[in-house]
């Protein structure tokens, strides 16, 4: 079956490990490429010729018999593991390598099969007689050879070796590990077929006997994994200062990358914060100082008339106390921001009717309605929760004076009550300017203000929305916004009735954000 040997001869060519085959007579009838890199010979060059020339002289005899034959003699008590023994390349070269020997067939049948491995690729090993035969020198090699599996095998890096032709033929398990390749891919494998132009330009250093270092995302060849690296490259040289092949010391710097990325987002919040900081202090110092400079001239004025006797208008006095309740509630606000990230926000829950703290909010903001017409829808039968009345009028005046502020050219203000299952449902809708979807999860944080508005146009200090959210959620409630850029915004507080269930949002308003 010639299609058969052909496929059979491929196989064993594309094999990582180096194998030959030898007939009844102990010459080679197969030798594939790896064989070829391990041993410098061409295949035609020792077809047919005897397999002993791949060791050295005094080890193709041992007890008598040919060393083949004698450790065919020894797989019983082998078990499958290999043994290590001196071998020979073709420039006269003694390598330690590691080979398991089979047959099969009998008489002129009869096939010796040889699988050889490089000492350092292979761990499980048991001692034979052929090792301890050898000479001492060889001997302290098989040591030293031992010491220096063990040291690379227990580095904490990385570690891989390629020959001249940029083939790697040995590696360390941790090596393995940091790639994600398996080790008979990674053994075998030509660093120059890889794509990476950065990798190739550091193998090709290395030949030409310089060090390099290259980091990057190195891209596993079978499963693609991707894994940040750090390879430092060394060439070897040998006894006559030639580069005989190269190492790679490789670290996996994955854990250096995520630290360098936390830092560069510690980095990038604390200038945010600083930011934020600065935003918040200019729009505070133009809060406080906008209704502080008209409040100073009026109450100059005031003095001026009094000292004179003249009369004085209700109206002065009036706009007067606007400005200072203006004042008085950009401290509050102030205040109530700092109590709750201290945890201080004082409760005081109580059975309340609120739709007549709703109609008592309204009748108090009713001076700075301006040209807005606000409509109430109130429940068709009383509304009772839990609450605190004051921090709850609070929460109503913010999101009605908010309908005012953002909603400059007036318009209608609707605030509807109603009941919905065990909830409480208070809904406040404007004709204004509206808020980006992607600024409306953001929109409840402390100091956060939408891009859509400025501090000279709209005033106020980024806190009731945040001051709001608080007080809702700690009554068991839920607040959330429903909005389209100049189309106007509706905010939707929801609480748990007296004998409800715990708030639930309604589920059938899509894109809303909850808090």
Request: net charge neutral; glycine share 8%.
């Amino acid at each position: 079956m010639p299609g058969a040997t052909d496929e059979l001869s491929a196989w064993l060519d594309a094999a990582v490990d180096p194998f030959v085959a030898c007939d009844a007579s102990e010459r080679i009838r197969v030798f594939n490429s790896a064989a070829e890199r391990l041993f410098g010979w061409k295949r035609e060059e020792l077809l047919g010729r005897p397999a002993s020339r791949l060791f050295p002289q005094r080890l193709r005899k041992h007890e008598g018999k040919g060393l083949l034959r004698h450790l065919l003699s020894r797989r019983p008590a082998l078990g499958g593991r290999a043994t290590r023994v001196l071998a020979r390349r073709k420039d006269g070269a003694e390598i330690l390598v590691e080979v398991t020997v089979g047959a099969s067939g009998q008489g002129d049948h009869e096939r010796i099969v040889l699988n050889f491995r490089r000492l350092h690729e292979v761990i499980d090993t048991l001692d034979e007689p052929v090792e301890r035969a050898l000479p001492r020198r060889e001997s302290a090699s098989l040591a030293g050879d031992a010491l220096f599996r063990t040291v690379v095998e227990n580095a904490p890096l990385g570690i891989l070796y390629f020959d001249p032709r940029a083939i790697v033929i040995a590696c360390n398990e941790l090596f393995v590990r940091i790639i994600g390749s398996p080790k008979r891919v990674l053994v075998g494998l030509n660093l120059l077929s890889l794509r990476d132009e950065n990798i190739l330009h550091c193998v090709r250093e290395t030949l030409a006997g310089n060090t390099c270092d290259y980091e990057g995302e190195y891209r596993a060849v079978t499963s693609g994994k991707q894994t940040p690296v750090h390879v430092h490259f060394a060439p070897c040289f040998n006894a006559s200062g030639q580069v005989e092949g190269g190492i790679g010391i490789v670290e996996d710097i994955s854990e250096r990358r995520r630290a360098e990325s936390e830092r560069e987002r510690l980095y990038r919040e604390a200038q945010e914060a600083v930011r934020v900081r600065d935003d918040f202090l200019s729009i505070a110092s133009h809060e406080l100082k906008t209704p502080l400079t008209p409040l100073s001239l009026r109450l100059a004025t005031l003095e001026r008339r009094l000292e004179r006797g003249e009369h004085v208008e209700p109206s002065t006095l009036r706009h007067a106390r606007l400005h200072l309740l203006r004042i008085t509630s950009l401290i509050n606000d102030l205040l109530d921001a700092s109590r709750i990230e201290a945890g201080r926000l004082a409760l005081r829950p109580e059975a309340t009717h609120l739709e007549g703290l709703v109609e008592r909010v309204l009748r108090s903001l009713e001076s700075q309605r301006g040209n807005h017409t606000v409509h109430f829808e109130p429940p068709e039968q009383p509304v009772q929760v839990k609450v605190d009345p004051f921090r709850m009028e609070q929460v109503v005046a913010n999101l009605v004076e908010n309908a005012f502020k953002y909603s400059p050219h007036g318009g209608a203000v609707r605030v509807s009550l109603l009941q919905r299952g065990g909830v409480a449902l208070l809904s406040v809708s404007d004709e204004g300017i509206g808020i980006p979807p992607d600024q409306q999860r953001l929109l409840f944080d402390r100091y956060f203000r939408a891009r859509n508005v400025s501090a000279r146009s709209f005033g106020g200090l980024g806190l009731g929305l945040y001051i709001s959210r608080d007080i809702v959620e700690r009554h068991g409630g839920r607040i959330w916004v429903e909005s389209e850029p100049g189309h106007g915004s509706t905010f939707h507080v929801a609480l748990p009735l007296m004998t409800g269930a715990p708030a639930q949002p309604p589920l059938e308003a899509p894109g809303q954000v909850v808090h």
